[in-house]
């Protein structure tokens, strides 16, 4: 173990996560009583919000191991300068600081790497912790038939909040949980079920994940400057074979005018989605069941193509619309036509642009 403070010498890191090696400091202490669970925080100059959420976890006292990776913040935001050390937390504290921004992406891999504890639940700096999640922790830790690969749970969004007065999330996505989880509060989820959740919006924070489950499948996020967490949802998805679905609300997710969020970034940063999608699509192939999952995927696709042309600066739009049209022809016949029998209307939009853009 480095001493406090150290900085460590330069390596090669696991696949996707080379490159100068962060600024070390490891405090070990005694893991809350009972929690098998680490929370990986990835923050770039962000010290009021990731004070106020260092808070959040203290004062909630699930967490046996807290992970703070610095995406080279100036000033550094280190726990301990904001007053948060061991004896605070009731956690073991790493802290990581890169020297150079590498994104959202590579901090949570790099994080992950120092995970120890059986569970880790990726957080945003700037998000919060629901009071309920305490509770959505205490039920996967305590499943008679082993942990779930994850959990996955509602969340806040404060926009929604402030539109329409009242908690969890967009309609649509509301809707999904009503028809995965029907009248239930809880369900582990069969196969159709799962495929159905995958399509719901791909954030990091609103799963806790059992930390072999993703090692043993090499799950990481994209090293990609936006849409990094779109790999570690679908791949999750993709793997899982018990998947705890929870309709207890884990986290706000807080949306403001920083430039931190996807919808502030229009600019080329967003052609990364294309090197996304190809890298994800023949992945999803490999997953038993595949045909079941790529439907949904399809669908994804489309929604997220036609998102971000909606949200990028107009002298991108052509080159975007190229990509999407590449993105639209690596599916393959037989699993196109699955998922036009399921959305023929989708489908038959998705011919149309394909017919258009291609003259």
Known sequence: ??????????RRGRAGTSGPAPVHRMTASAPAAGSDLAIVIPVWNLPDDLSALLAQVAAMGIFAQVIVVDDASDPPCDPAALGFD????GAALVYLRSHQRRGAGHARNIGLQRVTAANVLFFDADD????????????HAADPEGLPDFTIFRHNDTRVQAKEGRDGSFQAEEELWDRALGNAGLLFLNRDERALLSTISAYPWNK????????DHAITCSETPVHNDIRLHWLS??????????????ATHVIGGRDH????????????LFEILADLTPRLREAPDH????????????NICRWNLRQIDP??????????RRAYLDFRPEEFILFAQENPEQAERMVDFLIREGH
Request: charge should be positive; proline fraction near 5%.
């Open 261 to 272: 969020h996807l919808t502030a970034r229009r600019g080329p940063e967003r052609l990364c």
């Open 291 to 302: 045909l079941r999952l790529m439907r949904q995927f399809i669908r994804f696709t489309d």
């Open 237 to 250: 998805f993709a793997h899982a074979r018990r998947v705890l679905a929870m309709r207890l609300i884990g």
């Open 128 to 139: 919060q912790l629901a009071p309920d999640l305490a509770a959505i922790w205490h039920r």
């Open 208 to 215: 806790i994940y059992r930390t072999a489950f993703l090692r």
């Open 1 to 10: 173990m480095a001493r406090p403070g150290a900085v460590l010498p330069r």
């Open 315 to 324: 002298d991108l739009s052509a080159r975007f619309r190229q990509l999407t």
């Open 86 to 89: 061991r004896d605070r937390l």
